[in-house]
């Protein structure tokens, strides 16, 4: 199994920052995508950035220029670094992962894909 454990998040005044993260913990063989959501009340749940394996990102409009993601493969860890909030921007940022996991069977060691999301972390941006 593999649990992802996701931090960073509080209260910011509009036009501040703050930096999420989310390490992946489990016998992680491989990781082939890292990302971040978020849901915000009565609205459905929206993909904010995501990272490949290869560095390749994706990004929601209306975060481009003021967040980045970027991710340590080394330690199974994903970050979201935002700046100039916006009370929009308030919501439940869930972190997602996607990749291969050890997995022991009867011919010995093997790989099973998985996907797996963070409890969730709150930004709220309000004066």
């Known amino acids: 199994q593999v649990h992802l454990a996701e931090s960073g998040g509080g209260l910011v005044q509009p036009g501040g920052s703050l930096r999420l993260t989310c390490a992946a913990a489990?016998?992680?063989?491989?990781?082939?995508?890292m990302g971040w959501y978020r849901q915000a009340p009565g609205k459905q749940r929206e993909l904010v950035a995501q990272?490949?394996?290869?560095?390749?990102?994706n990004y929601l409009d209306s975060v481009k220029g003021r967040f980045t993601i970027s991710a340590e493969n080394a330690d199974n860890t994903v970050y979201l670094q935002m700046s100039s909030l916006k009370p929009e921007d308030t919501a439940v940022y869930y972190c997602?992962?996607?990749?291969?996991?050890?997995?022991?069977?009867?011919?010995?060691?093997?790989?099973?894909?998985?996907?797996?999301w963070g409890q969730g972390t709150q930004v709220t941006v309000s004066s």
């Open positions: 997602y992962m996607k990749g291969e996991v050890f997995a022991d069977t009867d011919y010995g060691e093997g790989r099973i894909d998985f996907a797996v």
């Open positions: 489990g016998r992680i063989a491989s990781l082939s995508i």
């Open positions: 990272i490949s394996n290869t560095r390749v990102t």
